[in-house]
């Protein structure tokens, strides 16, 4: 029956949700999905850093040439697309491609750097816009299990839309992509109202203090709504989240117990891949609520 | 640099009163600079311009020609723009027969409020018929007689 | 039979002449030019001794055309032709050539500068010597004014022209006039109350002898020109008879449907199908909303006429009124016909709409208002009598948070204006509130204060000072509920503090905006309108009440954000440019018509009657005339252009197969003197 070639797509992982690193089960869920409803991802070969964190901090030339790097390898292996299911990646990559496009001197220096040129005509998709532009037909129709009565919070945080000039992906104040997503794996997307605020992102570590004062506004939020488990598309939200959730709980004297799943392990559930291969068990919080809503 | 002499192209524009004389006046006003190509002639429409006004300039030497009104909708005399537009959808293809490449003449919007638009304009108009270059039909039509051979088989 | 033409290069002090070699170009001109008899440069041409110096001028050298080369026209042409009829010639014989904002202002290069203004004075120079004297076209003008929009700024210009004398048609879309003001609270910064200094005006205004009013009525064309538009005016089927009505309440008392939300309340309180919009309306006559009525739902279901349906009839049946009911369900739209010589654009604003801001919670929170809901709150005629009472539970709030520049100032929801009212009507806000609910907190938000008239800025200050309203510099990111309480996340930008509040009720200073239907109107009038839909003023400085269409004024909000007084103001300028455009019997216009040729015998026009010309133009101005022979016999049908209907587009003109009609002023001689003046290198 399927006579219509398969869409190839650059898959790029990169630090964070490759094998092996903290949150690979992201990662292997992107790839499990990809394998049952497509489109076929094809790892970017010879993918480095994105250009994220300490270096787009300090030196914005090698971020733009990390980042650009990536895109021209992706090019010249005949790529039009490259999903980077990180937002952190997805962000960075977008904002160098624009940077790199609005800056011919940059562009030059950033070519003589990577010794490749860089055309800027490949789309970067993040995960949620991946799966809106190609699956949502296909879940439709590959759906085998349907949960009962699973109240999902759909939690985009801050990296997915924003800057909204530049990423132009869904209402930055508003969006509704994830609830979709969420709906059609047969889930129940609750209303709730913090969906877009922060997370504390990159103050995990240095000022943790404030990481929970910011969680636990956004669980107490999502539990008052009425949501069994939050759903991310994001490694940096499900970190604070999930593996901060004991210390918020201690902090802020209130249980929550709420699991963080990625959309893609969702996903995935409803495909019935096997919660162990999703990495559903790679969770600080129990996802066995989820996994057995699925049941 | 300036020993060589560059070719500076020769722009005739053709204004309406109210949107676009008023937005290039408003470039004045805002110290806008643009390239100084250009010589306006105004009108009060844009649907007053008889096309033999712009074949007259093009007699007369210009290399290009810009005809520009008001926004449609926002015509000062209500549909003075339409007709114009009309006008030109027939007259370009009289053009490309005459074998005047159509690019030489350009047609846009500006209101009095756009000065930006106004020197992107006559810049836009200025560099594109300056890629052009000179456009000598008439020239020829002049010097040679009828045999001149038409722009379109130069370009 | 060559014309003597001088050739005035104005230096605009060193506007033109610094990047201008004015002498030069003076010295090119005189020289590659014959017929040019006289240049000269002078400082400044448009002050009196510059004017001086052309009056003289054209008298000593017997100038019989004049080149200005200065300003744009747009600036001083009619400086310039003024100063030429005085010194006898006729003004037509004068051309501006645009040096500064076209030449001196753009290119800073001084030999590139000179060049192109030497190229443009001759260009000018040769359509001068094909100038012709042109009389100016007298005009009749109807001696009356239409206004549309009834809100404070209609009313006031309507009974400033209607006191001094003139007849005033007065149309206004809502079933009572009154406008914004009319909802208001008290005003700032003399918090005295809007509703007693608004309805006494709108009584006098209804009771004029000199204003006819039409209410629930719009626009629906105008044509014509300054002095002379006739315009139509569709009043709607109001479904009640204004002659018969007493407006005793008999009918809205009965009425079933009572679950309609108030337009003029905001929302905050229902009103019935049949209704008058608030008590003190004028005329205080009610009118049928036939949407919600379920009489007319079920005529317009059953697809039958409103009278013959019999689902409900309570309101006809309690009408008094004998033996014609003032009710009629029936009745349907008119379309009357005025003619008026003037018209003010005083149609006013609408706020943001909700939900724009969904971060706010703006239209998904009962508790989260607008600053206009805060208004019908505050008011002692509003629907909590003056309480302050939030709209979810009834409750008095204890902490209110207000916040500044909702939609202003923030190009992301499409307003980037400041909508200058937001700043006193929040400080005016706070202070209501807090002499209603004494231990109540009110927050405000903003990014800058800017209370800018008289007595504001000690108005403001008043509310942080001796009102104790907490002021925070910086944005709301985001309104959320949590229990029954508002969480108002925001910043403290002069603490560098991330601030957080537990607000009972959440008012948010919504942005003036321009009607939604402002572009459509716009161009039913063919006047011009800013990128935000607000209506273009002529000049931004010097005529600030002027539409770009002649005869056409505009006041208040409709023009852009302002508040009363200013709008007030601005009515009053408005009318006093129409009473003086009353005051004269006739008016003289620019004589820039088309004329179809008739200079040979009648019977030698050239005019081949095909009547495109008349296909085009888009003022009907062309009509047609018979020629006949000596014995009445009609020899041909050809155009003719009414020159009181004509505005001199040229239309015509260029669509003309025979070259019949020329456009005075821009005829074809004219333009192509300019065009071969091009004449490049």
Request: net charge negative; with cysteine; proline share 4%.
């Amino acid at each position: 029956m399927q006579i219509k070639e398969k869409t190839r797509i650059g898959y790029y992982p990169g630090c964070a949700i490759t094998m092996g690193s903290s949150s690979e089960e992201y990662g292997t869920s992107v790839l499990r999905v990809a394998e049952a409803i497509g489109p076929e991802l094809e790892e970017i070969h010879d993918w480095n850093c994105c250009g994220a964190s300490s270096a787009h901090a300090t030196n914005h030339k090698l971020s733009t040439a990390l980042s650009i790097r990536n895109i021209s390898l992706a090019e010249q292996s005949g790529f039009k697309e490259i999903l980077a299911p990180c937002p952190m990646c997805s962000q960075r990559l977008i904002i160098s491609q624009k940077d790199v496009a609005d800056d011919e001197e940059l562009k030059k220096d950033v070519e003589d750097a990577i010794e490749m040129p860089c055309n800027g005509d490949v789309k970067i998709l993040n995960y949620l816009e991946l799966i809106k532009n190609y699956c949502m037909d296909e879940i439709a129709e590959k759906r085998k299990k349907t949960p009962k009565d699973l109240k999902i919070a759909s939690y985009y945080g801050c990296l997915l839309l924003r800057p909204p000039k530049v990423l132009q992906f869904d209402d930055p104040e508003n969006p509704t992509s994830m609830e979709e997503i969420v709906e059609a794996t047969g889930a129940i997307s609750v209303d709730w109202e913090l969906k877009t605020n922060c997370c504390g992102g990159g103050f995990t570590l240095s000022r943790t203090d404030i990481v929970l004062k910011l969680t636990n506004d956004i669980l107490e939020c999502a539990v008052d709504a009425g949501a069994d488990a939050i759903a991310v598309a994001c490694p940096m939200c499900h970190a604070n989240l999930d593996m901060r959730q004991k210390k918020i709980e201690k902090e802020y004297n209130r249980k929550f117990n709420i699991p963080i799943v990625y959309i893609s392990e969702l996903i995935g559930l409803a495909l019935d891949l096997g919660p162990i291969s999703l990495g559903l068990n790679k969770h600080f919080i129990d996802t066995e609520s989820v996994v057995n809503a699925f049941a | 640099m300036a020993e060589e002499t560059k070719f500076e192209p020769k722009i005739v524009a053709f204004l309406c009163n109210w949107c676009t004389y008023a937005g290039a006046d408003l470039a004045g006003t805002g110290r806008n600079q643009y390239q100084a190509n250009v010589r306006v002639i105004k009108l009060p429409c844009t649907g007053g311009i008889d096309p033999l006004f712009l074949i007259k300039a093009f007699e007369r030497g210009a290399d290009g020609i810009l005809v520009s009104g008001c926004h449609p909708g926002d015509c000062h005399y209500n549909s003075g723009n339409y007709h114009a537009r009309r006008r030109w959808n027939v007259f370009r293809p009289l053009l490309e027969f005459c074998g005047i490449n159509p690019e030489r003449i350009q047609f846009s919007w500006i209101s009095a409020a756009e000065g930006g638009k106004w020197v992107e304009t006559i810049n836009g108009v200025v560099d594109t018929v300056r890629a052009l270059g000179p456009f000598e039909g008439y020239q020829k039509i002049n010097t040679i007689g009828p045999d001149a051979s038409s722009e379109s088989s130069q370009t | 039979m060559g014309k003597k033409i001088g050739v005035f290069v104005c230096h605009c002090g060193t506007n033109i002449s610094a990047t201008v070699d004015v002498e030069k170009v003076a010295e090119e001109t005189k020289k590659n030019n014959p017929g040019v008899s006289y240049t000269t440069t002078y400082k400044y041409m448009c002050s009196d001794p510059g004017q001086k110096l052309l009056r003289d001028k054209i008298k000593e050298e017997g100038l019989t055309g004049v080149v200005i080369a200065a300003c744009s026209p747009k600036m001083h042409e009619h400086t310039f032709r003024n100063a030429a009829i005085k010194s006898g010639l006729n003004p037509y014989h004068v051309e501006i050539s645009n040096i500064r904002e076209q030449c001196s202002w753009v290119h800073p290069d001084k030999p590139v500068g000179t060049e192109k203004s030497t190229d443009l004075v001759r260009m000018m120079t040769e359509k001068v010597r094909k100038d012709k004297s042109l009389k100016p076209i007298k005009v009749h003008v109807t001696k009356r004014a239409l206004i549309i929009g009834g809100g404070i700024a209609g009313i006031q210009a309507a009974l400033d022209i209607a006191d001094g004398g003139h007849e005033v048609i007065m149309v206004e879309r809502e079933a009572s006039i009154g406008g914004h003001m009319a909802q208001l609270s008290e005003t700032f910064p003399t918090l005295d109350c809007s509703q007693c200094i608004m309805t006494p005006k709108m009584v006098e205004a209804a009771q004029h002898d000199n204003i006819t009013m039409h209410t629930w009525s719009e626009i629906e064309s105008i044509t014509g020109y300054l002095g002379n538009f006739d315009v139509k005016i569709r009043k709607k089927a109001r479904s009640v008879d204004l002659d018969l009505c007493t407006g005793c309440s008999s009918c809205w008392q009965v009425c079933p449907c009572k679950k309609i939300k108030s337009e003029f309340d905001m929302g905050l309180a229902n009103r019935t199908a049949i209704y008058i919009p608030f008590p003190q309306a004028i005329p205080s006559k009610p009118v049928i909303d036939r949407e919600n009525c379920i009489l007319f739902k079920d005529a317009r279901k059953k697809n039958i006429k409103p009278n013959d349906s019999k689902v409900c009839r309570k309101c006809i049946d309690a009408c008094p009124i004998a033996p014609v009911k003032a009710i009629d369900y029936n009745q349907e739209d008119e379309i009357i016909d005025v003619k008026v010589g003037a018209i003010i654009v005083a149609t006013g604003f609408r706020e943001l709409e909700d939900g724009l801001y969904g971060e706010y919670g703006g239209g998904k929170y009962e508790d989260v208002i607008t600053g206009m809901q805060f208004e019908r709150l505050a008011s002692a005629s509003g629907p909590t009598d003056g309480k302050i009472k939030r709209p979810s539970d009834g409750k008095e709030p204890e902490i209110v948070v207000f916040i500044q520049c909702v939609g202003s100032r923030d190009p992301s929801k499409g307003c980037s204006y400041c909508s200058k009212t937001c700043c006193m009507y929040t400080a005016k806000h706070t202070m209501l509130y807090k002499h209603k609910v004494h231990h109540g907190h009110a927050f405000v938000f903003y990014i800058d204060i800017r209370c800018a008239g008289k007595g504001y800025e000690e108005f403001s200050q008043r509310a942080i000072e001796e009102e104790g309203a907490t002021y925070l510099r910086g944005r709301v990111s985001r309104v959320y509920k949590k229990g029954d309480k508002l969480i108002v996340l925001g910043a403290d930008t002069l603490t560098g503090s991330v601030v957080e509040i537990e607000a009972d009720m959440v008012v948010l200073a919504s942005a003036m905006k321009a009607q939604d239907d402002a572009e459509q109107f716009a161009q039913k009038l063919s006047i011009q309108y800013d990128k935000d839909k607000f209506f273009s003023e002529m000049h931004p400085k010097l005529k600030p009440v002027e539409s770009s269409s002649a005869g056409i004024f505009l006041a208040g909000t409709c023009q852009g954000p302002k508040d009363i007084p200013e709008t007030v103001a601005q009515a009053g300028a408005a009318a006093s440019k129409v009473l003086a455009l009353l005051s004269s019997d006739e008016l003289e216009r620019e004589p820039v018509v088309a004329r179809v040729d008739r200079q040979l015998p009648p019977v030698f026009s050239t005019c081949i009657g095909c009547f495109y010309c008349q296909k085009v133009c888009p003022y009907s101005a062309i009509e047609s005339e018979d020629i006949k022979a000596r014995d009445g016999s009609v020899i041909k049908t050809v155009a003719r252009v009414n020159e009181g209907l004509c505005q001199g587009c040229g239309l015509c003109a260029a669509t003309c197969r025979s070259k019949s009609i020329e456009l005075d002023g821009f005829n074809d001689e004219q333009i192509y003197a300019e065009i071969n003046a091009v004449e490049f290198n």
